[in-house]
């Protein structure tokens, strides 16, 4: 027997690095009982900053290896480098209240970073099976870091009902999975899509039947309507920084995964899978409109408004087009920076040693302690999409994109609901500077939270300048997954 | 090929007979047992048509495994299976009826197949007499698929990472063997020589 060639192991780098820190820092977090979290979590911060500078120094042409199931191209490239950051900036924000709330456990920074393994892994999958794989690895790890604050009973039933309504989902990805392999006869992505792009072939029900119940597996993930059920409760239970972590960077890894199976196997079938798409949207953009308006819990109302980002994302992706998924991206990317800055100003909600969630307790927030007013003001600004913050661009090219694709009303939909969504960004805002001042939160602020509130703040104000180049890149992305 | 046969229905029959008393057995523990035999009878069964890999795959995952585990909850937990079967007599009816649409449904099902005939059978792999289930899967495993091989490793550390968090509390009362703090012991450390009179305590 001859010996099998040596598989081109390049593409993967990234997730070698990772997974070989991963279980580094295991044994060193073993070793080390009790300050492992204090070194543990700036190296794994360390070890995500640096694979996204491999990305970003590698060439971006697509590369496959592990026999097709792994691939490497502009679009994991774009999708990677915003993943590995954003997760090194969720575990940086947590050192602190894992400390404050005595869980200061290495597991969560290490767990953080077999997730982000996964979210990258998944936006390289070229494979259901590779799909599947990567999502269970993400998703495991994510249902423990929920339930991470074991010893409070919300934590512990935000993890169990993250777990339990995962497990539904991946059942019905699973089933969407075997019906597509038992109608296509593959599980390559891109045997699927030269299958179904071809002209002669009959559109088989079955494969249809099976894209459906993906779709359905996917959205869930993304927490969108009518699969959101457990966004609030999940956002709300699990420790901050955690939501902070869910609320960001799987997302993205989620909308990646969307994005090439509809795109890439299933782009034939636009006229199949569009519909799904403008529902889920619709109903992502009113729902979190009008349920956020109730919400007095910072967590649970930035669980409403990330419901109706996604919405917005899919008005994009609705389109079908190059430019909207470009938009998508764009989209992504700064609905990452708006959550992550979001959350580290909700971490420094600090008062007397105990942190707040209401946001009522914001009142007045502009007189004690202004930069953090003034950061929590653009960061609302964007969200609620008012030029000339990033939020607006974002919401601006997806709109654009669902118009060319004569998807006027959908545009018009969105618009509207962002409107009604302005009301309870703008009321935080009225909060900070406007009403009677309460007690100020505990100074000084923590360094990292500090950070990457500000830099979140600052990426969102000088976007107008670099909107342009991020738009750009966005397209090339975009282009690796067009045929 | 008659051997093959005999042995064929006294594996079924013990199968059919162990399910059955699964769920007819009084004790619980003889329930699990009698579950384990099933498996084992079914793992016959699997040898029966050549597919060996899978035979003893039934035999280490769910006799090795599933069942030990069900021993054990049914041994550890005090559950009153009495109790719980009480008032099993009410809903008999709607088993039955749901006994009776599965049994339609595999005669509609079977029937079709048997009599109407026509129907698109996938091509099976062809079988290599000269490897074995094994070999042909580890060919596979460990080439084509072992990007997912390696990522299912992954996984299973998380979950065990996971289960380790959320369950291991660290607690004061435990003592745990430190070898190089034995080693290291000095006896001037620890033996005291004390002079005691006779007749007193120490």
């Not at chain 2, 049994?103 to 197949?113: D, F, Q």
Request: net charge neutral.
């Amino acid at each position: 027997m001859t010996p099998a060639p040596l598989l081109d192991l390049m593409p993967a780098l990234p997730e070698f690095l990772l997974l070989l820190a991963g279980l580094l820092f295991l044994v060193i977090g073993v070793l080390r009982e009790g300050d492992g979290v204090r070194l543990i979590g700036p190296l794994s911060a360390l070890s995500l900053v640096i694979a996204a500078a491999i990305i970003l120094a590698s060439d971006k042409t697509a590369a496959d290896t592990f026999g097709g199931h792994f691939r490497m191209d502009a679009f994991a490239a774009f999708l990677k480098v915003l993943i590995y950051v954003g997760v090194a900036a969720a575990i940086l924000v947590s050192q602190n209240f894992l400390e404050d709330e005595r869980i200061a456990r290495f597991e969560f920074p290490l767990l953080a970073l077999f997730g982000a393994l996964g979210m990258g892994m998944m936006v390289s999958a070229n494979s259901f099976l590779a799909l599947y794989m990567s999502l269970e690895l993400q998703s495991l790890s994510v249902y423990v870091l929920a339930a991470g604050h074991r010893d409070t009973l919300r934590s512990t039933e935000a993890g169990l009902k993250y777990f339990i309504l995962g497990s539904l989902a991946s059942g019905l990805l699973l089933y969407g999975i075997s019906l597509v392999y038992g109608f296509t006869g593959t599980v390559m992505f891109d045997q699927i899509g030269s299958l179904l792009r071809d002209e002669n072939a009959s559109l088989s029900s079955g494969a249809l039947v099976g894209l459906v119940f993906i779709a359905a597996g996917i959205c869930f993930k993304l927490g969108v309507v009518p699969f959101h059920m457990w966004t609030p409760d999940v956002y709300e239970g699990a420790p901050t920084p955690v939501g902070a972590y869910i609320a960001s960077a799987p997302k993205l890894a989620a909308m990646g995964l969307l994005l090439r199976v509809l795109i890439d196997p299933f782009g034939a079938w636009v006229g199949q899978w569009q519909q799904i798409i403008v529902f889920v949207a619709i109903a992502s953009m009113l729902l979190g409109a009008f349920a956020a308006i109730m919400q007095t819990n910072f967590k649970r109302l930035m669980a409403y408004s990330g419901i109706a980002n996604i919405g917005y994302a899919l008005v994009g992706l609705a389109a079908g087009t190059r430019d909207g998924v470009d938009g998508v991206l764009v989209f992504m990317a700064i609905y990452m920076v708006m959550t992550l800055g979001t959350f580290a100003c909700i971490l420094a909600m600090r008062r007397q040693g105990s942190y707040v969630e209401d946001i009522n307790e914001l009142a007045g927030l502009s007189r004690r302690q202004p930069i953090l007013a003034l950061i929590l003001t653009i960061l609302m600004f964007s969200l609620a999409g008012i030029p000339p913050t990033a939020g607006f661009f974002g919401k601006f090219y997806v709109f654009k994109a669902a118009i060319d694709a004569n998807l006027t009303w959908l545009a018009v939909i969105g618009l509207l609901s962002s409107v009604v969504a302005c009301y309870y960004y703008l009321r935080i805002v009225k909060l900070v500077w406007f009403d009677q001042a309460a007690e100020p939160f505990d100074l000084p602020l923590r360094p990292a939270i500090g950070a990457v509130a500000g830099i979140s703040a600052i990426l969102l104000i000088v976007a107008v300048l670099a909107i342009n180049p991020l738009f750009a890149s966005a397209g090339i992305a975009a282009s690796a997954i067009f045929h | 090929m008659t051997i093959e046969l005999a042995l064929f229905y006294l594996l079924s029959a013990v199968t059919v007979g162990c399910a059955v008393m699964v769920i007819a057995s009084r004790n619980p523990v003889h329930s699990v047992l009698f579950l384990i035999l099933a498996f084992f009878n079914s793992a016959g069964l699997f040898l029966l048509l050549g597919a060996e890999f899978l035979a003893m795959i039934l035999v280490v995952v769910y006799v090795g495994a599933v069942a030990v585990l069900f021993l054990f909850v049914v041994m550890m937990l005090d559950v009153n299976f009495r109790r719980l079967r009480e008032g099993a007599r009410l809903y008999w009816p709607i088993g039955a009826l749901v006994g009776v649409i599965l049994l339609a449904e595999l005669i509609l099902v079977t029937g079709g197949w048997a009599f109407a005939g026509g129907f698109e059978t996938a091509a099976p792999i062809p079988s290599d007499p000269s490897i074995t289930n094994t070999e042909a899967l580890g060919r596979v495993i460990y080439t084509d698929y072992v990007y997912l091989f390696q990522t299912a490793g992954v996984i299973l550390l998380v979950a065990i990472i996971g289960a380790i968090m959320l369950t291991l509390r660290p607690r004061g009362t435990l003592r745990r063997q430190d070898i190089a703090e034995q080693v290291h012991r000095r006896p001037q450390d620890t033996v005291e020589l004390r002079k005691v009179d006779t007749g007193a305590g120490v």
